[in-house]
C-alpha cells in the first residue's frame, strides 16, 4: 500500500471514529434517536417511491390507461413524506439543542476539576474554545445526522437495487456515479486532512491570543500594547488563513469534479434512455424514473459530500472537545476513600517530598505540626516551596514520599470534596466573580441564609462598605472585582472564608498587595477569622507573623529553621536577615 493511500485511510478512520463516538453520546436518549432513524428510514422510501410512481402515472398516460388511483397513491405518498420530514425536523432540532447542553455541562465540569497546570498549559482562551467549539460542532453532526445524512445513506443505498429492477444497464451508471463521489471525497480527505489540523491549531492560537490580552487590558493599555497586540492577532490570524486557504482549494476543486460527474452521468442516462427506448427495452416512463432517481441520487451524494466537508473540518473541534473530556486529573478519590467528618485541624506532615516533573524543585523531607487552633507561618525567599507545601495540604498536588494526616488519617485515604470542605483559603488574588457581593460571600457556604451572610461581613469589617454600595449586598462587583478597591475585594474573600467556617485556614500572602492602613485594618478581620481555626500564613510582610505559635522558614524546598519571632530573629540566621531587610522591628510583649 502506498504512503497516499496509507494517509487516506488513516484521515478516513479517524473520521468515521470520531463521528461514531459523537454519535454514541445520543445514548442517553437512544430510544428517541432509534424513532427518529426508523422515520428517516422512511422518508427514504418515500423518496425512492416517488420517481416509481412517477414513472408509472407516465406510462399510464402515454397508453390512456387509468391513472387516477396512481396519481392519487402518489400525492398521498408525498403528503406522508412530508408530515414525516417535519416531525424529524423538529425532534431532531429539539434533540440536538439538548444534547449540545448536556455536553457543554459535562465539559464545563470536566474543566473545572482539572489541574491548574492544565489550565496554564493550554490557556484559558483555548479551553473555553474547546468547550463552545467543539459542542457548536455536535450540535450540527447531530442535527446533521437526524434530519439529513441517515436519509441521504439509506437512499442511496436502496436506491441502486431499486434502479437494478427497472434496467440494470441504466442502474450501472448510477453506481459509477456514486463509486466516482466516494473516491474524490476519499482523495480530498487525504489532502486535506492534516492542513485541517493545522488550521484548527492556529485557530485555537488565536482564540488563546485573544483571551490573554482582555484579560490584561489594562496591561494593555496602560503599557501602549494596543497596536503591537492587535498587529500580533493579524498576523496570526494571516497563519490561519495560509493553512486554511490549501484545504479550501481542494474542497471547491472537489465541487466542480463531482458537478463535472453528475453532468456527465445525467448525459449518459438519456443517451442509454434513448437507445434502450429506441430498441423497445424500456419504456418513456421508465426512463422518466431514471432521470428523476438520478436526481435523487445526485441529490444525496451532494448531501453527504457536504457533510463529509463539514466532519472534515469539524474533526480537530470535535478532537479538542474529547481530549478535554478525556482528561483525567492526576489527582483522584481513591476506590476507598472515605469522607473527612467532623475534622478539629490537627496537621502533620511526616517526611514529605514532592518534586515537579523534569525539574530539581519541589519540597524536600517537610515534617510539621499544626496543633488544632495553632498559627503556623512559612517564610523564606521567591521559590523556597512556601506555596507548593500548602498545595499538598490541599490535594493539588500529591507527595512523591512521606503523608499529610489531618486529625491521624491520611488525606490521600478521604474523598477530595470532604478534604476542601475542612480548609478555607483567602488568596492575595481575592479572586471573586462578576457577580452580586451576596453571591460572592456565599461562595463560601452556597445555602447561608442573608443573616448569615451579613454577619460573616461585619465579621470581616465589610458590612460598611458594602451598605455604602448601590443595591447593598446586590451590587455587582464587575470582573475579577473590577468595581471595588483592593482592600475590598480582601474584605469579601474574607468573609467569604468566614462564612465557610472551616477548622484549617490557608492564608496565602492575603495582605501583600495592601498598604499599611488598608493592612492593619484586614489584619483585624483576620485575626478574628483565624480564632478556634489550624491557620497557615504565607507571608512575605513579616508583621503579619510576629504572634504565629511557629515560624517555618523554608529555603530552597526545606525547612532551615523553625521558631517563635523571637527565637528565630535571636538565632541571626535567614529569618533575621529577612527581618532586617525587610524594616521590621522584634514585636513588643512576651513570647
Not at 500548602?390 to 498536588?397: D, E, H, K, V
Request: glycine share 8%; net charge negative.
Amino acid at each position: 500500500m502506498t504512503a497516499q493511500s496509507n494517509n487516506t485511510s488513516h484521515s478516513a478512520f479517524g473520521l468515521a471514529s470520531t463521528y461514531l463516538r459523537a454519535l454514541r453520546m445520543l445514548g442517553s436518549e437512544w430510544r428517541l434517536a432509534a424513532a427518529l432513524c426508523c422515520s428517516s428510514l422512511a422518508i427514504a422510501g418515500v423518496q425512492l417511491a416517488e420517481p416509481v410512481l412517477f414513472g408509472w402515472v407516465v406510462d399510464a398516460i402515454a397508453k390512456a390507461e387509468p391513472s387516477g388511483n396512481l396519481i392519487l397513491g402518489w400525492a398521498a405518498l408525498g403528503l406522508f413524506g412530508i408530515l414525516a420530514s417535519v416531525v424529524v425536523a423538529v425532534f431532531s432540532d429539539r434533540l440536538a439543542h439538548r444534547q449540545r447542553l448536556l455536553a457543554l455541562a459535562e465539559a464545563f465540569e470536566q474543566a473545572i476539576t482539572l489541574p491548574l497546570s492544565y489550565h496554564a498549559k493550554r490557556g484559558s482562551g483555548a479551553v473555553v474554545g474547546a468547550v463552545l467549539r467543539g459542542t457548536d460542532e455536535l450540535f450540527w453532526l447531530w442535527l446533521g445526522a437526524m434530519r439529513e445524512q441517515i436519509t441521504a445513506f439509506v437512499a442511496i443505498l436502496l436506491l441502486v437495487p431499486v434502479a437494478i429492477t427497472i434496467d440494470w444497464r441504466m442502474a450501472a451508471i448510477l453506481a459509477i456515479l456514486a463509486i466516482c463521489y466516494t473516491v474524490l471525497n476519499l482523495h480530498v480527505i487525504s489532502k486535506t486532512h492534516s492542513g485541517q489540523m493545522q488550521a484548527e491549531q492556529h485557530r485555537y492560537g488565536v482564540s488563546g491570543r485573544v483571551g490573554d490580552v482582555i484579560g490584561n487590558v489594562t496591561v494593555v493599555q496602560s503599557y501602549t500594547r494596543l497596536a503591537a497586540e492587535a498587529e500580533a492577532v493579524r498576523g496570526m490570524t494571516k497563519q490561519l488563513l495560509d493553512a486554511q486557504y490549501p484545504v479550501l482549494t481542494w474542497w471547491g476543486i472537489l465541487a466542480v469534479l463531482q458537478k463535472a460527474a453528475a453532468s456527465l452521468a445525467m448525459v449518459a442516462i438519456f443517451a442509454a434512455g434513448a437507445i434502450l427506448a429506441a430498441q423497445g427495452e424500456v419504456s418513456i416512463g421508465e426512463i422518466v424514473s431514471f432521470v428523476a432517481l438520478a436526481n435523487v441520487l445526485i441529490g444525496k451524494l451532494d448531501q453527504l459530500s457536504s457533510f463529509v466537508v463539514r466532519i472534515q473540518q469539524a474533526v480537530p473541534a470535535l478532537d479538542n472537545y474529547f481530549a478535554l473530556v478525556d482528561e483525567r486529573a492526576s489527582i483522584t478519590d481513591g476506590p476507598d476513600a472515605r469522607p473527612l467528618a467532623n475534622a478539629q485541624g490537627d496537621v502533620r506532615y511526616e517526611n514529605v517530598t514532592f518534586k515537579f516533573a523534569e525539574s530539581d524543585q519541589g519540597v524536600f523531607d517537610l515534617t510539621l505540626d499544626g496543633k488544632a487552633g495553632q498559627t503556623i507561618a512559612l517564610v523564606g525567599p521567591t521559590g523556597s516551596g512556601k506555596t507548593t507545601t500548602l498545595a499538598l495540604l490541599q490535594r493539588l498536588r500529591a507527595p512523591d514520599e512521606g503523608r499529610i494526616t489531618i486529625d491521624g488519617r491520611d488525606i490521600a485515604g478521604v474523598t477530595l470534596h470532604s478534604l476542601r470542605h475542612a480548609i478555607a483559603v483567602v488568596f492575595q488574588d481575592a479572586g471573586l466573580f462578576n457577580r452580586s457581593i451576596g453571591e460572592n460571600i456565599r461562595v463560601g457556604r452556597p445555602q447561608a441564609s442573608d443573616a448569615e451572610v451579613e454577619q460573616a461581613a461585619r465579621l470581616a469589617q465589610a458590612h460598611d462598605f458594602i451598605m455604602a454600595k448601590p443595591d447593598g449586598y446586590n451590587f455587582v462587583i464587575g470582573e475579577r472585582g473590577a468595581s471595588l478597591s483592593g482592600g475590598e475585594r480582601q474584605r469579601l474573600a474574607i468573609a467569604r472564608a468566614i462564612l465557610k467556617d472551616a477548622p484549617i485556614l490557608i492564608l496565602d500572602e492575603a495582605t501583600s498587595a495592601l498598604d499599611a492602613e488598608t493592612e492593619a485594618r484586614i489584619k483585624r478581620a483576620l485575626d478574628k477569622l483565624r480564632e478556634g481555626r489550624t491557620t497557615f500564613i504565607i507571608a512575605h510582610r513579616l508583621s503579619t507573623v510576629t504572634d504565629a505559635d511557629e515560624i517555618l522558614v523554608l529555603d530552597g524546598g526545606r525547612i532551615i529553621e523553625r521558631g517563635t519571632f523571637h527565637s528565630l530573629v535571636a538565632e541571626n540566621g535567614l529569618f533575621a536577615r529577612m527581618v532586617r531587610e525587610g524594616g521590621f522591628a522584634e514585636p513588643s510583649g512576651s513570647e
